[in-house]
């Protein structure tokens, strides 16, 4: 990767700059749609890699292959497309200006290493400082540290469980990373990371020492870089609510119940449990799980909305159970209704044959814990018969809702956006186009589709030097 | 009253919610219900009588009216609020439970021998009377509600309570011979008969305004 800021100003060329706000998989496509359309577009990413959230994911819907594969592919497009930079640990402080002709302030964070790292890991070896690995969501943390994991900037967590043998493998810890890391093994750039925490003591030195190709810069500091921009595409994405607040569902205070997102953590074979689908509270396998769907959504207490990909998450998850027990692995999922439209429907249907996956029609009223078996028990009422039920269960997961990644007050520029803190096609909002799911909750299939569009938008702005059709909206 | 029921049978002809909508309180919320079953999940009293409040939003749109007005629910509801803090829909379901019942009984058809019901008419008849509550009073009429041998042996349990209750002034014996009362009974019970004037002019003239 060329180094960020040479490479930027070698970028403002005869036709305006595209700027994309936020590397997941939205902001990777619409960078490259964009550039790939001879147009030259900075892409800034708050995190030290990109890829956003489908990195911490095991496995896709509806074809459960792994996004890994897809995620290659864009790294090659993106090396190939000169016209294109890639900023990490940047963010967007400021916008000023109009359509066609805007000034972003972007700030970059101090990596500590340079672009001759060979991720060789010496460095990592020699550093003793450990911190809670923020890759692994709020997995393996108990209590009130798990609801700090659920937003975008903590010091998340997960378990350091070894993969033995079949039985206990012990309560889930939280997964810890060195102060000199990578944050997760197919992270690209492919380069190490200084946690800004060791800057200054005896680890920071250590480091510099361990490094054989002088990629470790003590002295970079935080700078900030002035950048000439037509559009601006916002692709900053989503978090998950935050699940403590969902208070008779215990999260937090019972350990065996988890988010859909640290299920997709605990199924990476280079994860916290090696792959393995256990109960956080003892380490034992965990065969009957039970799925609660709209947890947090649809709900006037917390997200209104419907996060719409949440039903063919907990649909897609029912899979790992038979795929790591077989015939001895059992899903629940409790459901208002199922949400899963046009071509997603026959994946429904695939599911809904399998007579190991149970479905109950059942918006779950509690949840408690069985003092001696630490097992969950769901508690509520059947609304197919209207029977009561306590069922216990080895492990619960919450079908988490999606929120936007950022929200109210935290944009740095004027931008409508709807009840639930999505971002609304609007004239008002000039020549900043949102993509993925900072419009709406969005699967990945709908979140390429929305940046593509956004992609087009900019394209247009840049042709025209201002936005197209601004005149005869002003009438 | 139960010339009121008729009535409205005539008048709604099968379209029960609606009649709901118009005459119970908080009605118009029914609709709003998409069955999740939190509520009745979340009752404490759930497991103990025939409907829960999600079997009665069903049984509303079902037009199952007279099970709907006969049925024993609305009067077990303990006005916990659990269940109106968890609904997702934020649907008033308390007060419909309570709008239920006033409006079985308005119509003739809320279950005689409900517990609940009894200690209301009982709660509302000593009320009336001399616009005060006397306790004592309400405490035997209720001990007394199942017969006469009950009601030693509820009193005689009940007994530390009752002598709590008057070491602390919450209750005085004094008050079965008489006991106090509003100044005004007369402008008391006139300002109740204009109330209920008031509330059968309303349901005489049907839907309210703006309940579309
Ligand atoms: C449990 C779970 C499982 C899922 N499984 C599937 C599945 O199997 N199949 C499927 O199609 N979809 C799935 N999804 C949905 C999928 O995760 C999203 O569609 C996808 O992540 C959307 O990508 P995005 O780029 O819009 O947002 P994100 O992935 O959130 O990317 C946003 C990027 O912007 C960065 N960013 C945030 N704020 C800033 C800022 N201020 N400045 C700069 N950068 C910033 C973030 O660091 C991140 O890299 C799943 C979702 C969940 C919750
Ligand atoms: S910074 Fe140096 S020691 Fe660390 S991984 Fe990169 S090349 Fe290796
Ligand atoms: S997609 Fe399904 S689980 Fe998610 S909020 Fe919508 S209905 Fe609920
Ligand atoms: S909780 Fe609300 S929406 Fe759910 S069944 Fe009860 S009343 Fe209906
Ligand atoms: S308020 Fe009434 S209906 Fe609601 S949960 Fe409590 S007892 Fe049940």
Known sequence: ?475 | MSENNNEMIERYRGNFLREVEDNVEEGEWVKMCMQCGVCSGSCPLGPHWDFGPQTLFMMIRAGKRDEVLAAEGPWMCTSCYNCIVRCPRELPITHIMHGLAHYAVRMGLAPKNQPTRKFSDLFWKNLKADGRVNELRLGISLYFMHGFVDGIKTALKKAPLGLGMVRTKRMNPMEFFGGHKVRDRKGFHRMLEKAEEIESARIEKGPRPGAE
């Open chain 1, 1 to 475: 990767m060329p180094e960020p800021v040479p490479g930027i100003e070698g970028a403002g060329t005869d036709q305006g700059v595209i700027l994309v706000v936020g590397g997941g998989i939205s902001g990777i496509t619409a960078a490259l749609e964009a550039t790939e359309a001879g147009k030259d577009v900075i892409l800034i990413e708050k995190r030290p890699f990109i890829g956003g959230r489908i990195t911490q994911l095991y496995k896709y819907f509806p074809k459960l292959c792994h996004p890994v594969c897809g995620l290659e592919i864009n790294q090659r497009r993106i090396k190939a497309s000169p016209r294109l930079s890639v900023l990490t640990m940047a963010s967007l402080e400021s916008l000023r200006g109009t359509a066609g002709d805007y000034t972003a302030s972007v700030r970059i964070a101090p990596r500590y290493v340079n672009d001759r790292c060979t991720a060789c890991g010496a460095c990592a070896e020699a550093v003793q400082a450990e911190f809670n690995d923020e890759f692994h969501d709020g997995l393996g943390l108990t209590s009130a540290d798990r609801s700090h994991a659920a937003s975008d900037d903590s010091s998340g967590d997960s378990s350091g469980a070894d993969p033995s043998g079949d039985s206990s493998t012990g309560p889930l810890k939280p997964a810890r990373r060195k102060g000199a890391y990578l944050p997760y093994p197919m992270a690209w750039p492919e380069r190490f990371v200084l946690d800004p925490r060791i800057i200054g003591t005896e680890d920071a030195r250590r480091a510099f020492d361990a490094c054989r190709y002088g990629a470790i810069d003590l002295d970079m500091t935080e700078e900030t870089v002035e950048l000439k921009v037509a559009a601006v595409i916002w692709a900053t994405g989503w978090k998950p609510y935050d699940a403590a607040k969902i208070q008779p569902y215990g999260y937090g205070r019972i350990p065996n119940v988890i988010t859909s997102l640290e299920l997709e953590r605990m199924m990476d074979p280079l994860g916290p449990t090696g792959g393995k689908l256990v109960r956080p509270s003892d380490g034992l396998p965990a065969r009957n799980v039970a799925f609660i769907q709209c947890a947090g959504s649809r709900d006037r207490n917390h997200l209104r909305h419907c996060s719409r990909i949440c039903c063919m998450v907990s649909l897609k998850q029912s899979t790992y159970t038979r795929e790591r027990y077989g015939d001895e692995g059992e899903a629940t999922i409790y459901y208002i209704d199922i949400r899963a439209i046009d071509r997603l429907e026959d994946f429904y249907r695939k599911i809904k044959s399998d007579p190991k996956v149970r479905f109950i029609k059942s918006k779950v009223a509690n949840i408690t814990a069985d003092p001696r078996s630490g097992d969950p028990i769901l508690h509520g009422v059947d609304t197919e018969g209207y029977r009561r039920y306590s069922n216990p269960h080895d492990l619960v997961v919450l079908a988490i809702g999606m929120q936007p990644s950022v929200g109210g007050d935290d944009f740095p520029f004027e931008v409508v956006v709807n009840r639930d803190g999505f971002i609304e096609p609007d004239p008002r909002n000039g020549a900043i186009f949102a993509a993925g799911c900072a419009t709406d909750a969005l699967d990945v299939n709908r979140s390429v589709q929305s940046a593509t569009a956004a992609a087009l938008r900019a394209v247009q702005v840049v042709n025209a030097g201002t936005m197209p059709g601004l005149e005869s909206r002003r009438d």
